[in-house]
Every structure is written in structure tokens, then in C-alpha cells.
């Protein structure tokens, strides 16, 4: 008489698209404006940085790279400047105690000549400010991990989900108008499996929430 | 009868026990790499004295239940402060007293550390590392009164889950972003304080106070506001009304 294999391939299939669509990600935007904004032309920049916080979670300055690097490769032609290349270079004029709050501040800045001198020195045409951040906002399941001289190995699982909230606002320092914003969220589950060996299947929350606001300002600054 | 070295085990035992109970300092030696300011500096020359309290700084604190941080920010404030007043002046002296003798300066400033607050994600209310410091600034004429004397403050946070580096990591990098602002409300702050302005505008000549407007500098020489240097009384503030010129 033939044996059965203990796990069959009917028994892992719905398993592996259980757990495989259990930790997609799903992002959504919402209150999307978008005002008079030229489209960007050709050599001018744009810059993205995080809103100041003082005292509050501020956005991950990782986070704020990473939609500046999504949006650097979103278009070759798009002049992105780097978030720590630009703070640095306007020293102390863009610190979260002394960032303009409004377009009119930028426009006040610019009657200052050394800090004139820089920015056009940068040709910077858009500068989106983003707020928020990922979290862990819910857990369930356990796993536990032995060793013995015999061997060793987890068993059970668990599962946590991530949230992230962001919002942008895009100024047009061209035209001096707060130019266009948005909100994303982004929401997954991932998920780790002990079977002997720990088996992660992570959701990518803030990387898909980082290209997403990223094909946003792309789609704002190019005019649509 | 014991040897005397048996008696001596149990002192021990509970000498290592207790090492064991206790907290052990965490040496941190933290850098910055503040960028330099984007200022037109004032056409003075200032005097700076780093006193012993300033270059011999080295901060305790116990950022949670078992853990004491000790700080050397000795190298960090002293580039900080070289690198903000070189932006903000023509020419700086370092001088070994809060008073200059010989050198020729218009005033003299006396940066002192006053305190460095650290919290660990744990027990911070964003969760993530914190840091504030705060210094007390003295404004001293080159005789050594006392013009001016303030406090500024700089607030550095760095996420926790933003990186992989450990504690210390986080810890540097939230006092390098807690410098970093410092130095900018420093810069920005020191244009707005009545004395300050009064004693440089005062010592500008009139041209060079006006020229202030269109030169990106910080400090702005309201016409009506200038006073020659020697006017303000060092322990009143009080203002002799004849030594108050306009720059226009």
C-alpha cells in the first residue's frame, strides 16, 4: 500500500495564497487638491522634506529619502534635490524651529540675498512638505522557539499590522502658491510562520506608501 | 581558626553582587557635523572665552531605570560654537579670559553649558530617542561687564525604528539634531535680543549698520535703537540719552 505524504500539495496551495494575499498591502488617497500648478519645467528642481515637529513624532527621515529617491526615478528628467544636500545647504534657515509655515515665509526668505543667492542657485521650483508615519497598530498569534542537543525550532505563528498616514503639501515657490496636497494611507498585515524554521512574510507598508506619494508629487508637479 | 583569606570571601561575594545590582555608566562621545551657516557675517571682530565649565563638560544622565549616560560633548559644542560664530562674525579671537586685554573686539561672549536632558524610545512619548540641550549665553563688553545673558535651547529627536544602529547611535544622533537646532535659534535669537542688537549696531559704523538691511545678515539695525557701545549700563540696562545715535 502507498503512502500518503503527511502534507500534501492540496493542503499547502490554499495555504500559500492564504498567507501570500494576508500580507499585501493596500494604499488608498484620499482629498486629493491640486490648484493653479504649472507643470515644471525643464532644469527646475524639487525638493521634498519632512514637516517640523517639535516635541510630536516627527516622519522618519528615511521615509522622506526614500519619496525623494521614488520620485528622482519615477522621470529622469525630474531634478529632485536631495532632503539632507538642501537642509545643509540652507543652514539654519529650513531646521524645524525656523522652517517658513507658509509660501509668503519662503517669499520673505528670499529678501534675505546670501539665502537668495542659494536657492536660485538650486533653481528649486517645488517644495512638498509630507507628514506622518507607519505604526504598529494591532498583534495576534504566538510562536515559541526551542533548542535542545537534539535540535531546535519555532512553532506557531503571529501576525501584526502596520498603518501608515501621510500627507503632502506641494508649493510652488515659482508662482509663491501653495500649489497642491494630499492624504495616503497604507494599511498591511505581515505575518511570521514557525514551521522548524521562522518563515517572515512581511508586508511592505511604508515602502508602498513611500512610491506611492512619490507617483503623486510626480503627477502634481508635472502638471497632471 | 579561618585563613584571613576566607574571611575576606564573603566581602567580596557581596562586592561583585553588588557590581552586578549596580549601573554602569555608558561612555558616549558624541560629534557634529553641523553644516556651515548660509549668513553674511557682521563687519566686527568678537572676543569668545570657552571656560573651564564649557571645555571640561562632560554630562550624567539617567536616561532609564538602568542605564546612566555619561556625555563627553566637549568636541561637539566647541565645533558648534567655532563654526556659528565664524558665520555670524569677520573675525573671532578665542580668548583664554571672559575679558580681552590687548585684543580689540567689540564684545565678548561666554558660552556655558547649563544642561543635556536624553530619553530612550521606552520611555519617551513619541517613542524615539530624545534630546534637549540648553546653554546660557553672556554678552560681556571687552572690560568684562555683563551686557546680556540668555538661554538657548535645541530639541533633537531621532525614530527608533529608523535605523539599526544601537542605543548610542540613537542617542549621538539625537544630541547632534538637538545641536544642530541649537545653533539655529542661537543664530536667530541673538539678532532679537535688545542688548545685543543695541551693543553691535552701536559699534557699526553708521554705513555698514545701514547696509545690514540688504546683506543677509541676521542682525538688523533699527535706526532709532542703536546705541554706542558704553551707553547701556551693565548692571541697570539703563540707557544715557545722549549716547543714542541713529544709523541713517
Redesign the interface.
Same mark, same amino acid.
Do not use: H, K
Given at each position: 500500500m502507498q503512502s500518503r505524504p503527511l502534507i500534501s500539495c492540496l493542503h499547502v496551495a490554499p495555504a500559500l495564497v492564504l498567507v501570500l494575499t494576508a500580507c499585501t498591502t493596500t494604499t488608498r488617497i484620499d482629498n486629493y487638491q491640486r490648484s493653479s500648478m504649472g507643470a515644471i519645467e525643464h532644469g527646475e528642481a524639487v525638493v521634498v522634506l519632512r514637516e517640523p515637529h517639535l516635541a510630536a513624532r516627527e516622519t522618519e527621515n528615511d521615509f522622506i529619502d526614500c519619496v525623494g529617491k521614488a520620485l528622482s526615478r519615477s522621470d529622469d528628467a525630474l531634478r529632485v534635490i536631495p532632503r539632507g544636500e538642501f537642509v545643509d545647504g540652507m543652514y539654519p534657515y529650513f531646521e524645524d524651529g525656523t522652517a517658513p509655515v507658509s509660501v509668503e515665509g519662503v517669499s520673505k526668505l528670499a529678501e534675505n540675498p546670501v539665502a537668495r543667492e542659494r536657492m536660485a542657485g538650486m533653481n528649486l521650483r517645488y517644495l512638498v512638505w509630507i507628514d506622518g508615519f507607519t505604526a504598529n497598530v494591532d498583534g495576534t498569534g504566538s510562536m515559541s522557539c526551542a533548542i535542545s542537543p537534539a535540535g531546535g525550532g519555532c512553532l506557531g505563528w503571529t501576525a501584526w499590522t502596520n498603518e501608515g498616514a501621510y500627507t503632502a503639501e506641494i508649493w510652488d515657490l515659482k508662482l509663491g502658491i501653495e500649489a497642491g496636497s494630499f492624504e495616503l494611507d497604507a494599511r498591511g498585515t505581515s505575518h511570521l510562520i514557525g514551521l522548524l524554521v521562522p518563515i517572515p512574510l512581511l508586508a511592505n507598508v511604508k515602502g508602498n506608501a513611500c512610491s506611492a506619494v512619490a507617483h503623486w508629487i510626480a503627477f502634481s508637479v508635472r502638471g497632471g | 581558626m579561618l585563613p584571613r583569606r576566607v574571611h575576606k570571601i564573603p566581602f567580596v561575594m557581596f562586592a561583585v553582587l553588588m557590581a552586578g545590582c549596580s549601573t554602569s555608566p555608558v561612555d558616549l562621545a558624541v560629534e557634529t557635523n553641523? #553644516? @556651515? #551657516? /548660509?549668513? @553674511?557675517p557682521l563687519p566686527l571682530t568678537v572676543g569668545v572665552h570657552y571656560g573651564d565649565d564649557f571645555l571640561q563638560w562632560v554630562f550624567e544622565d539617567e536616561a532609564g531605570e538602568d542605564w546612566v549616560w555619561r556625555v563627553d560633548t566637549r568636541q561637539a559644542h566647541l565645533t558648534l560654537y567655532r563654526s556659528l560664530l565664524q558665520s555670524m562674525f569677520d573675525r573671532v579671537v578665542e580668548l583664554p579670559a571672559p575679558f580681552a586685554e590687548q585684543a580689540d573686539v567689540t564684545a565678548v561672549l561666554v558660552p556655558q553649558p547649563v544642561t543635556l536632558q536624553l530619553a530612550l524610545p521606552e520611555l519617551s512619548p /513619541? $517613542?524615539?530617542f &530624545?534630546a534637549w540641550v540648553r546653554y546660557r549665553i553672556r554678552l560681556l563688553d571687552p572690560v568684562g561687564e555683563v551686557l546680556d545673558e540668555w538661554e538657548v535651547a535645541g530639541?533633537g529627536?531621532q525614530?527608533s525604528? &529608523?535605523?539599526g544602529g544601537g542605543r548610542k547611535t540613537g542617542i549621538a544622533e539625537a544630541i547632534d539634531r538637538a545641536h544642530?537646532?541649537l $545653533? @539655529?535659534?542661537l543664530?536667530?535669537g541673538f539678532a532679537e535680543r535688545d542688548e545685543v542688537r543695541n551693543w553691535l549696531c552701536g559699534a557699526l559704523a553708521p554705513a555698514a549698520a545701514e547696509s545690514l538691511r540688504?546683506?543677509?545678515s541676521a542682525l538688523r539695525c533699527d535706526p532709532v535703537a542703536a546705541v554706542t557701545p558704553g551707553a547701556a549700563s551693565a548692571e541697570t540696562g539703563e540707557v544715557d540719552e545722549d549716547a543714542v545715535t541713529t544709523t541713517d
Open positions: - | 553641523i #553644516p @556651515a #551657516p /548660509v549668513l @553674511a /513619541v $517613542g524615539a &530624545e530639541y529627536q525614530g525604528a &529608523e535605523f544642530r537646532d $545653533g @539655529a535659534r543664530i536667530f540688504d546683506s543677509g
